[in-house]
């Protein structure tokens, strides 16, 4: 997943400082020795091999306590740039953003997945490239690169593994293809999972736990457990659009099996069954569209598809214990209708302890989630303490 | 929680050294500080500290590289012992362990959690002197004690919440009184987290995401997230005894609600069955004992109620990703009987990619996996690095 050189990220025993410093307060070396219990000359080595690779610089003020004033060192945000890049199943964003995921440049494009990765990619590296142009960076400044893709990703690896609306995807090396071409490394993860990292970043990050829905073409999930992102043993945690929750509906999903949720609840099935009753839809935008513009029956299928999130949620929020549950994606801009019937369903079937505090809300960020996420993917990637100690092909 | 000093545990800033330590292995001063980034003046003062209050100990063997041989330092697991209880509805099993586990003294006994908690808690100090007294040790020696209780706990204040089979027992201060009468810092956890971290510990410390089923009286799990207790927002993770399995079926569940997991599926469930077919049963070990006399009702009961416990697990395995699942409990020791019928419906009904590396097994440790995992809680908070810094009253 790391491609192809981390030769634009922190040296090695600078994570421990690099923690310290990035809450954006500035610290004396006497402060900084204390906190890290470093040597006095160790943390001279480490902040000296920081400061002349611009990760931190010299504080503005200098801060006095009664003696001589000190000079004092801050983390710099802009030290590099990341890139991002939220690529859905037809609409794609990207984004140039800082260290502290402020957006310098962004772009939203129809580019449709199904074209197969290097078409896609080859537009991807193009758009990167253009962007930083524009914002008067070089690909020197990179420091990472952030993608999301809408299927399931081996974390370890990078790659898609069986995603199934991505033909010729299966197994291609992304972090290779464009670690190569941008000279950067390459991060690479689901959409639902770096959805759920940018709303907890950017919108809620006192949230210890925290479920964000997706609720699109699919429906999927994206966990976070005591602050971190919870993957699973194959990086398929968060797939609850093939829990069952109409065992005795004869709806058959593509996954074989029948009365899944995404069968039931998504923009897809939600605009098939609008098409079964005469009125035209074809996918999540429509249904919001119908939503907001009053159709009784988009109104009533949407709120019916909320309770079927919600009972998968019910069990959910019993087992997890999450402090909040986030809806987004598409359908979900059709906003307090589906929170309705999703709010319906928990509080009556899940226990009261775990519902008490529980917060069921609408994403903050919206459509860019994902791309916040990918940002804040790299950045906790290669500001992780320690994460520089392992980086690969350094001796 | 943690009441009322912690005088027996190691002192500020020796967390990252014992983290090095621990794992049993022997290191130089030069190696300690190359793997620390300490300065040697520092590392010398914390080893001393450690040597002192015996938590290190020279190794017996000098290490020789070349020159003069330097002599090495390991952990010493017989620097403190540790008491842990598991109070079940029943039946309570209480030990004395080293730091790394190991029993040095175990009693099991019959004693009935709804007889308050000052009955309870007297016996258990009692019993935790004698058993101090028995094997050669003394109150001096305790750096923790760990408890685990048949209910919800809130774990910042280790006190029991609206536990629903504890008369009496609702916010008792369980460290306080524990604490006080005993001089050692007390953690308290609910039965089926602290089964979760024994059966991680012991039998499968190579698991990242684990699922502990407890199946008794009632139902519940234990979940551990990147190898660490995921209790979630209110503590209340896990509850999976209330998710509903059976909508339709008429059966009322002390929570208010209709069929839920431990409504039809536990050992309370199973007994109230039989005995409407005329078997003689009232609980999980009359079940086993039918079971294995190959009484035909019962196993096909059981098989049943594990078809139910396999349809919660298999959401659950496609939400959470776990590598292992351990089914423990009274009603587990049924065995092979409730196994199949829960791989029968996981296997059906979760994502290949979820369940092709899955393991679903029995539990190891059995009747010992809360006990055993009462000992890990106090250990690795009293190991835990960076623990000692922020012990209250510590000046």
Redesign the interface.
Known sequence: MRMPSEANGPDA?AGALLKILRDGQARTRAELVQLT??????LGQRLDALVSQRWVVPAEEAISSGGRPAVAFTFNRSARVVLAADLGATHARVAVTDLGTEVLAERAAEVPIDRGPEETLHWLQRTFEEMLAESGHTTGEVCGIGVGLPG?VEHSSGRP??PPIMPGWDGFPVPEWLGERLGAPVLVDNDVNIMALGEHWAARPEA??LIFVKVGTGIG?G?I??R?L???????????G???VSPTLDVVCR?G?CGCLEAVASGAAVAARLREAGVEATGGRDIVRLVRSGNTQAVQLIRQAGREIG??L???V??????VIVVGGDVAEAGEQILAGLREVIY??S?P??T???TITASDLGDRAGVIGAAVMVIEHVLAPGAADHVPGRP
């Open positions: 025993g219990g470093l040597a006095r000359s160790t399931p593994v069986n210890d736990h999930c966990i457990s005591d971190r919870h993957r699973g043993a194959q990086g398929a945690a968060g797939d609850i093939h829990i069952q996954c099996n009972e998968v019910a069990s959910i019993n087992f997890f214990n999450p402090s009556s079937r226990l302890l775990a008490q505090h529980l």
